[in-house]
């Protein structure tokens, strides 16, 4: 019996290194025998390549599609968080009083600019195409175990049971499914009588 992705919405957000790296010792899934990583100008596509032969080279694999950004990261941001660092340097040369060293301060903050992987979106922004989904869906969490940040939420049927799916900031967290009766579908019957309603006259 085959598994399937119903729903799936996802916010993560991975530093470009981070998904080149992760694939260099990847525990992929036995039906896929390799991650292909594709870039277009701004636009991330990781393919999957079928491990056995009974798919067809004309049949689009599952991909997980990204897009890429560039966030400027500070490298001193436990020092920024201090609250009592306000007005003051650490540097060696001992403290530095005043709004005009606090200035010079933050104008020599040390950064850099790093390009992040963003999968965001629902399934069929995120992930495409139906042969070998759900081994790429194991895929997309998998990374998302590794985020810095975002949320991954899903339901999936797996041998024919339905399975709730969160990761947030990546760690699993406790998921279920809710079914909630559609108000659409109620009957008259079921809802208030006006007509011969005794409380209005």
């Known amino acids: 019996m085959t598994s399937h992705v119903y729903t799936l919405h996802s916010t993560l957000e991975l530093p470009l290194e ?43 694999t599952a991909q997980l599609k990204a897009s890429v950004s560039e966030n400027r990261v500070y490298l001193d941001e436990e020092e920024e968080e201090d609250p009592d660092s306000f007005g003051t340097s650490t540097s060696p040369s001992g403290p530095q009083w005043g709004a005009f060293g606090q200035q010079e301060e933050e104008e020599e903050r040390p950064s850099e600019l790093v390009e992040y992987a963003c999968f965001k979106g629902d399934r069929e922004t995120v992930l ?39 990761i947030v900031d990546g760690e699993d967290r406790p998921a279920t499914i809710e079914v909630r009766e559609d108000p659409h579908d109620s009957s008259a019957s079921n809802g208030v009588d006006w007509r011969n309603n005794e409380f209005i006259s």
């Open 18 to 60: 981070d998904v080149h790296s992760h694939f260099e010792s990847a525990d992929l899934p036995v039906e896929i025998d390799e991650v292909e990583i594709t870039r277009r100008n701004n636009t991330l596509i990781l393919s999957a390549v079928a491990a056995e032969d009974n798919i067809s080279k004309y049949t689009p």
């Open 128 to 166: 495409q195409n139906t042969a070998l989904q759900y081994p790429m869906f194991e895929v997309l969490c998998d990374l998302a175990r590794n985020a810095e940040k975002g949320n991954l939420t899903a339901i999936t049927a797996v041998n024919g049971q339905l399975e709730a799916t969160r």
